[in-house]
């Protein structure tokens, strides 16, 4: 907690001395008064930072919320996705059966709404619905006098929702994982059991990024970069940057070869 104090207020340091150096580098060029340019740069950073400091404040909350939110849209689409299909149309039952009659027929739950006859057909799995997927399904309720049809699965490929456009007398309605999620699930306030727990990727570390940048496998790299800038030296003006920017990497390719912290050996004989 402490770092990430500390981290929050060396980026605001960060911030605030940075526009206040292009401020007064930008305003010197138009202003001859030290004093003037001085108190311009002062005010300009001070409403640019507070600016900056409210925007992120509100990106952050909803960051913040749609983090939270697509986490669990994607624990729910994994439980459906990992339920068979007799699953799945028991759930979506009893999701709908909390305001409506439904009945479940030819792999679909019919139920009446807005006095429509209407049916839900789940079809989450691993790959993008397409067209044979919404042929299929016309087949299976051809004979239901079905007035709407709403479709529900992990994703849809974009010619299948022409597709269903185009069928004339009845409405397709396609909703992916998070339609679901937004316009079923939380609307009904049911949701998919966790009875699989999936684990989630772990943040990029410090440690990770440093072992990274410094593994013995960069060292061609870094010393064919430094030579490059070496030999731009030669022939390029102001060529002290290059000398400088080349002799660093040079520097980290040696560390790079010999370090052992970021070097550790590779198993052997796993099996």
């Given amino acids: 907690m402490e770092k990430l104090k500390l981290s929050k207020i060396t980026d605001f340091i960060f911030k605030v001395v940075l526009i206040f150096l292009i401020s007064f580098v930008w305003l010197r060029f138009y202003l001859n008064s030290l004093y003037v340019t001085l108190l311009c ?31 669990k849209i ?51 799995n691993s790959r993008e619905i397409t ?13 239901l006098n079905l007035k709407k049809i709403i479709v529900v699965a992990n994703s849809f490929n974009a010619n299948a929702i022409d597709f269903g456009d185009k069928i004339e007398n009845i409405e397709f309605c396609f909703l992916n994982k998070v339609d679901c999620y937004t316009h079923l699930f939380k609307k009904y306030d049911y949701y998919p059991k966790i009875t699989i727990k999936v684990g989630h990727k772990s943040k990029v570390t ?48 040696l560390f790079s070869y010999f370090n052992v912290f970021f070097n550790k050996p590779e198993p052997k004989n796993i099996i």
């Fill in 41 to 71: 740069s002062i005010f300009i950073t001070a409403i640019l930072t507070y600016l900056l400091q409210q925007k992120n404040y509100k990106q952050q909350s909803i960051k913040n919320l749609k983090k939270e939110e697509l986490k």
């Fill in 206 to 253: 410090k440690k990770l990024l440093l072992q990274t940048a410094f593994n013995r496998r960069k060292t061609k790299s870094y010393i064919f970069s430094g030579l490059i800038l070496f030999l731009a030296s030669f022939v390029i003006p102001y060529n002290i940057y290059y000398v400088t920017f080349s002799s660093l990497l040079f520097l980290m390719a």
């Fill in 131 to 143: 067209i044979d997927d919404i042929t299929l399904v016309f087949k299976k309720i051809k004979g």
């Fill in 74 to 124: 994607d624990e729910y689409t994994i439980q459906l996705l990992l339920s068979t299909k007799k699953e799945q149309l028991a759930f979506f039952s009893n999701l709908i059966s909390k305001e409506k009659q439904t009945q479940i027929k030819n792999d679909c739950i019919i139920f009446t709404s807005n006095k429509q006859k209407t049916a839900l057909i789940p079809m989450f």
